[in-house]
């Protein structure tokens, strides 16, 4: 659920619908976005597509660089926080996750192992200038990731963006604008694009700019999609997944990419609130929906509609009065598409980036939430494959047929692979980790899409092994014609074979032509009869009927 209802008033300042209220300051603000995208192979049919080898072996320009992880590096660098984050997860997950083979590469990655990881690290700040006119804020870039797995065609951008001590309205209107692919619309009369940042920015360690936004770019987008029936995708963006390009461009690369879903991108968010200010109801409301900023007395939506919001998205195991020893005060919300985590930034085991809360939220809770949308971003990649199989489906067209056969049969395979190595109902039994997995797979949905896909794909087998069985009838059918018209033809060369006709003193010339000339017309015969099977199968099962008297049953029309 997320509130991005179209508005066609121009965006109003973030701060002013808080103007009576003091400004709710954020001693620390952390952001991770994840863009999942579908890979499109350039050959279809192949078996295998290993798009991380790909992005491997393109050379010097390349600016994603594989990460060598903590189990695979030097011993050293393994800490007590990597063996936390391994001990969180059941072991079917830690094989996901890490593997058993500590001897992994690139290019031939093993079934023990089927993450790949890459990092590009030429970018330092995001710069973001949320509406017109407004003041530019410099987040700092921690990371830029993608993630691919092994045998299914999606790959997954994460980005993860921090800066200390900014206003709350502030922090509402970055989770509401920053992670957009492209713009919904555009207000009246402007080019100011809808939701959308006024300006984003990719700056370098040198504070250089590298690329910067077109949201304002209208006729580009319109023409985009009237030529290409598929939105754009942003400058700023594209330019984050080089050498990855749109599949709905003209750009030229081996790596190609097609969204899945909602062009607002899936995040997570770190919250500590300063120890003089404070959360209110609405301020949870519009955080846990990445709704925007607002008065923080009024709420977004009805009461009504809110009157089950504690319980249907909050978790609230330490949060209200209870012993802080074990946890400190904090709340985890989601609504499936944004995690948020809210504490006091005066507690430092809550902001503590090795041991405490802030440490959870980078490590074992990013890997929950990216598990949680590889799976939606997978079935939704198995049920577009299934419909394009189905689009090319044609009954009367033989290459069309096998084609069909074919991709249902690559797709069920792939899907069997997906549920035995990816597929998940539980992650970890610590209580937390396992009630957040299950709260956004609740709000995502996943169940009912996983057991869609599934009978979805029931449905192709079921069709294929019909068709299979038609054809196999068809063929019993047809040997059955051949086989009882040869039975005349063996019973005739059986009665010449009975010595009635004394052929056995002719020359061996003679013998042979009359072998041939017998042969020939067999051969004719039994040709004709294959060819006829159907139509002659109709007339026999036409003779068969003791109902009907012989002149009807030959006049029968025979079935198509």
């Known amino acids: 659920m997320l509130d991005d209802v179209r508005s066609e008033n121009p965006p109003c300042d973030p701060l002013s619908s808080r103007a009576a209220f003091p400004d709710t300051r954020i001693g620390q603000f952390r952001q991770i976005l994840l863009w999942p995208v579908e890979l499109v192979p350039l050959h279809p049919e192949a078996a295998d597509h290993n798009f991380a080898a790909v992005l491997s072996s393109l050379g010097a320009d390349n600016p994603w660089k594989v990460v060598d992880d903590e189990f695979t590096g030097d011993p050293k660098n393994f800490q007590e926080r990597h063996y936390n984050e391994f001990v969180t997860f059941l072991p079917p997950v830690q094989r996901f996750l890490y593997g058993s083979n500590p001897s992994k590469t690139v290019g031939s990655v093993s079934s023990e192992s089927p993450v790949t990881t890459f990092r590009r690290t030429d970018i330092a700040t995001l ?3 949320l509406t017109p006119g407004a003041k530019a804020i410099d987040l700092k870039v921690e990371h830029i990731d993608l993630y691919f797995f092994f045998e299914i065609d999606v790959v997954i951008l994460a980005l993860e963006i921090s800066t200390n001590d900014i206003g709350l309205a502030d922090v509402q209107d970055v989770m509401f604008r920053l992670g957009r692919t492209h713009p ?4 009246k009369g402007t080019d100011v694009a809808g939701h959308c940042p006024a300006k984003v920015e990719f ?12 949201y304002e770019d209208r006729d580009r987008f319109l ?23 749109p599949h709905h461009s003209d750009l030229p690369g081996m790596l190609r990419y097609k969204q899945l879903e909602y062009y607002r991108m899936p995040q997570m968010a770190f919250i500590a609130v300063q120890p003089d200010s404070e959360l209110t109801r609405a301020d949870y409301v519009r955080l846990a929906f990445a709704s925007g900023p607002g008065s923080c007395q009024e709420l ?39 995690l948020v985590v809210t504490g006091s930034a005066e507690n430092p085991f809550f902001v503590d980036p090795n041991h405490g809360c802030l440490n959870s939220f980078r490590h074992e809770h990013f890997l929950v939430f990216l598990i949680a949308h590889f799976h939606k971003a997978s079935l939704l990649m198995f049920s577009d494959r299934l419909t394009a199989a189905m689009s090319r489906l044609d009954a009367h067209s033989k290459s069309a047929s096998i084609a069909f056969r074919m991709a249902s049969r690559r797709a069920l395979q792939t899907f069997l692979r997906f549920t035995h190595r990816y597929w998940f109902y539980s992650v970890s039994n610590q209580t937390q980790a396992h009630d957040l997995f299950a709260l956004c797979r609740t709000h995502l949905d996943i169940d009912r899409l996983y057991n869609d896909i599934r009978q979805e794909i029931q449905e192709m087998s079921e069709f294929l092994e019909n068709e299979a069985m038609r ?5 019993v059918t047809r040997l059955t014609v051949v086989t009882t018209l040869g039975l005349v033809a063996t019973t005739v060369t059986g009665f ?11 020359s061996t010339e003679w013998r042979l032509l009359a072998f041939t000339a017998v042969l020939v017309p067999t051969v004719i015969l039994t040709l004709i009869a294959v060819a006829n099977s159907r139509v002659l199968s109709d007339i026999m099962e036409s003779l068969s009927d003791g109902s009907a008297r012989w002149l009807p049953r030959l006049r029968r029309k025979p079935k198509i």
């Open 127 to 129: 710069r973001v200038v």
């Open 184 to 187: 919904a619309y555009w207000e």
């Open 203 to 214: 700056l370098s360690e040198q504070s250089v700019v590298v690329v910067a936004s077109d």
């Open 223 to 245: 023409t985009h999609v009237c030529a290409k029936r598929a939105a754009r995708v942003a400058a700023h963006w594209q330019y984050l997944l080089f050498p990855l390009v």
């Open 300 to 338: 977004p939506f009805s009461d009504r509609h809110l009157e089950d919001f504690e319980k249907r998205y909050c978790y609230d195991r330490y949060f209200g009065k209870h012993n802080e020893i074990e946890w400190p005060q904090s709340r985890y919300m989601s609504c499936g598409h944004a």
């Open 471 to 475: 054809r196999q009838n068809d063929t």
């Open 496 to 506: 010449l074979g009975m010595n009635l006709l004394d052929w056995a003193n002719q």
